[in-house]
Structure formats: C-alpha cells, structure tokens
C-alpha cells in the first residue's frame, strides 16, 4: 500500500497490497478496500463501503456509506455517489440509506450521478454526466438526464453493433470476443 503524507487512513481501514492513496484523501475506518486500487487526490471512502480490486476512483469522488464497488470498476473525475434518497439538513435520515451496487467492470463517467438505491450491471457504461435513478441492466451504455440506454459495451469498452431489443450476435471490434443479445439482456458467448 501507497498513502501520501497528506492522506488520512483512519485505524480498522483494510486496505489491499499495491493500493495507492493519493492527496488528501480520507478512508473512514469501517472501509475495506481491495488490492490494486488507486484512490486520486480529494477521495473520500466511508465507513460502509466495499471496494474491490483494481478499482480506479478518480479525483473528488466521496463514495458514501452502502456503495459496493466490485473489481474492475472505474469512477470517473467528480463523480456522484448519494446514500439517502430525499434528504433533508433538519431530519436525520441516516436509519434510511439505501444500498447502491456497482458490479464488475462498470465504468461510471466524469460527473455523472448515481441515486442510492440502484445497481448498475456488470461492464455497463454510464456517460459523462448522466443521472442513473434505476438499476442498468449489464452492457447497457447509458447517458443524458435522466440516464436512457442507447446502446450496449463490450467488456473492453467498445460500442457494440447491437440493437437495444429483439435477437442478434455481434463480436466485439477490438477483442473479437462474441456477444448475443437475447430477451432483453447481452452476454459475452464463450467457446
């Protein structure tokens, strides 16, 4: 593990091997953060909060308590994370927060907005500075205000030549990895 001298790690924090800590950053001491990672400058990891491995957090990211990010997963420069859905300075809402799940291989784009109490699917792709306020199936490439889907990823990042409903097989341009759409849902064909 890497921590600069300006960052805080509070006592009980687990951190995993070949985790960097940039600048002012603060990991509250429930945190457990996998091997890997790069926390950039300004971070702030709560203390009900789960990070996996080789999970890139950009600059000015909070990732409050009740957000798990899984492995692979990319939070882009300013960020947002929210852990209460209709908060209020003078009612005390922290009984309330609500659990947010981004899985494996997510990218979620410079200032863009995630609302507790989604999950966003595995490699999904939210674009710079969209509002997700419902849970994005898996692959789904997502933007605009509120977040729509207008396309599918590959798990390397490349657009794929899908269509968002119905059935087709498509490969992925860069890793000529195959993927088939089906029922509404994309997943990468093995074999």
Known sequence: MQVHETAVVDDGALVGEGTRIWHWVHVCGG??????CSLGQNVFVGNRVVIGN?????????????????????CGPSMVFTNVYNPRSAVSRKHEYRDTLVK????LGANC????????????FIGA??????????????????A????????????LDLPLHGEADTTCVHTGERYRLKGGEVQRICG
Do not use: H
């Not at 945190?31 to 890997?36: D, E, K, M, Y």
């Not at 957090?57 to 692979?72: F, H, K, T, W």
């Not at 907005?113 to 999904?124: D, H, L, N, P, S």
């Open 148 to 159: 729509k889907q207008i396309g599918w990823m590959s798990a390397y990042g490349e657009r």
């Open 113 to 124: 907005t995630i609302v507790c109490g989604t999950t966003i699917g595995c490699y999904a």
């Open 31 to 36: 945190a457990r953060i996998g091997q890997g």
């Open 104 to 107: 494996q291989g997510a990218t």
């Open 129 to 146: 500075g969209a509002v997700v306020n419902r849970d994005v199936p898996d692959y789904a490439l997502m933007v605009g205000v509120p």
């Open 54 to 74: 080789n999970v890139k957090i950009q600059n000015n990211v909070s990732v409050y308590d009740n957000v798990i990010l899984e492995d692979d997963v990319f």
